[in-house]
Nanobody
Framework: QVQLVESGGGLVQAGGSLRLSCAAS????????MGWFRQAPGKWREFVAA????????YYADSVKGRFTISRDNAKNTVYLQMNSLKPEDTAVYYC?????????????????WGQGTQVTVSS
């Protein structure tokens, strides 16, 4: 089992940047595929980005491709989401998620463990 704690959210102006972090407990972090999801008010939680266990493979939602970068440091048990050129429509609670194995999932149901979320607000 793994516990996830997100940090790094906040208020930023449109065009600005934020870096989210997700710290994982446990000694087997490198065995988990990691993902980021977000949920805006009144909307379903949606996929943002995912990264393979080694970090070699990544996948992004079309809405963030070219602006967001997911990365991981297995030595620090941490996954990151660098968010650049932020837009008001990126405003949401951002969640870190983990699933053991090789498959890079893009659906909420494919992930087993979730953090509590961190709020990102982008003002226009």
């Amino acid at each position: 089992q793994v516990q996830l704690v997100e940090s790094g959210g906040g208020l930023v102006q449109a065009g600005g940047s934020l870096r989210l972090s997700c710290a994982a407990s446990g000694r087997t972090f490198s065995s988990y595929t990691m993902g980021w999801f977000r949920q805006a008010p009144g909307k379903w939680r949606e996929f943002v980005a995912a990264i393979s266990r080694t970090g070699r493979n990544t996948y992004y939602a079309d809405s963030v491709k070219g602006r967001f970068t997911i990365s991981r440091d297995n030595a620090k048990n941490t996954v990151y989401l660098q968010m650049n050129s932020l837009k008001p429509e990126d405003t949401a609670v951002y969640y870190c998620a983990a699933v053991p194995g090789l498959r890079i999932g893009v659906r909420e149901g494919e992930y087993e463990y979730w953090g509590q979320g961190t709020q990102v607000t982008v003002s226009s």
